[in-house]
């Protein structure tokens, strides 16, 4: 994952205060993106969060995240939490821009990899995949298969797509020239 220092800085303080909660996370976006084959230049830092944090979690969370340099509120946790949000947001007070968007989901694969001796959980590829085409990320996805090539379960990706998208699963399958 080739990034300028502050952001592979801003990342890696975030996976290790997130390794430390023990609450469960998988990198998703261009992180994940990234570790697929495909860099790309970001902002932020997207994650999925197991969904149902008790009050408990969401205080190791926050003091987590504050011990690496991160701020965030409770209160925007319990919004996403209830529903009144769709995520939450950490800020980098050491960079003073970059942050990371925090989602809260009831399940999610995720594969484990060690970065630099780092534990690091990713969004699985094809959960990735699905998630891009349902975000309408189509060049993305195009540029993700020509990287993964045929390494892939086509029925983990097809699983999450209503029959629209499975159709624009099958269009990037074709224009890709993968068939599985």
Known sequence: MARNGNYSDALLRLVKALNETGIRYALTGAAAVGYYGAPRSTMDIDVVVEGKLSDAQIEVLVAGLSRKGFSTSKDEIRR????????????????????????????????RDRIDGLKVWFMTFEELVAKKIQYGDLDEVKLLFQRRGRVFEKEKIVRFLNTQQRAKLEQILKETKLKT
Do not use: H, P
């Open 80 to 111: 996403a939490i209830t529903g009144e949000e769709v995520k939450f947001q950490a800020f980098d007070n050491k960079t003073g821009f970059l942050r990371a968007d925090m989602f809260l989901e009831k399940s999610f694969g995720r594969v």
